[in-house]
């Protein structure tokens, strides 16, 4: 089983910015790929950014720029910085993990991956 607990978000202003944070506990020694994804209403989820546990990472354009991933395997924890925010990013945040292994080596297989419960960021105009 593995847990993710977002926290960060929160209400900001046009132009302001937030750091969003994402802790996984459980039973697992390595996951291999963290990422967020976002659902503003009424619109579909969408992945926003995601890292590899080398470092490798995707961001997608509307945020390029402006969101920076990061994360630290030693914690499993994952970040984003987003900064310069804008009133289109308001959704809520929700955190994902994939390829995790457990103690023996073996893969968790879910489809999509673990997701955490959200975190709400606001942005006023």
């Known amino acids: 089983q593995v847990q993710l607990v977002e926290s960060g978000g929160g209400l900001v202003q046009a132009g302001g910015s937030l750091r969003l944070s994402c802790a996984a506990s459980?039973?697992?020694?390595?996951?291999?790929?963290m990422g967020w994804a976002r659902q503003a209403p009424g619109k579909e989820r969408e992945m926003v950014a995601s890292?590899?546990?080398?470092?490798?990472?995707d961001t997608i354009d509307s945020a390029k720029g402006r969101f920076t991933i990061s994360r630290d395997n030693a914690k499993n924890t994952v970040y984003l910085q987003m900064n310069s925010l804008k009133p289109e990013d308001t959704a809520v945040y929700y955190c994902?993990?994939?390829?995790?292994?457990?103690?023996?080596?073996?893969?968790?297989?879910?489809?999509?991956?673990?997701w955490g419960q959200g975190t709400q960021v606001t942005v006023s105009s």
């Open positions: 459980g039973r697992f020694s390595s996951i291999y790929t």
């Open positions: 994902n993990a994939q390829g995790v292994k457990g103690y023996s080596g073996t893969y968790f297989y879910t489809s999509g991956g673990f």
């Open positions: 890292i590899t546990s080398g470092g490798g990472t």
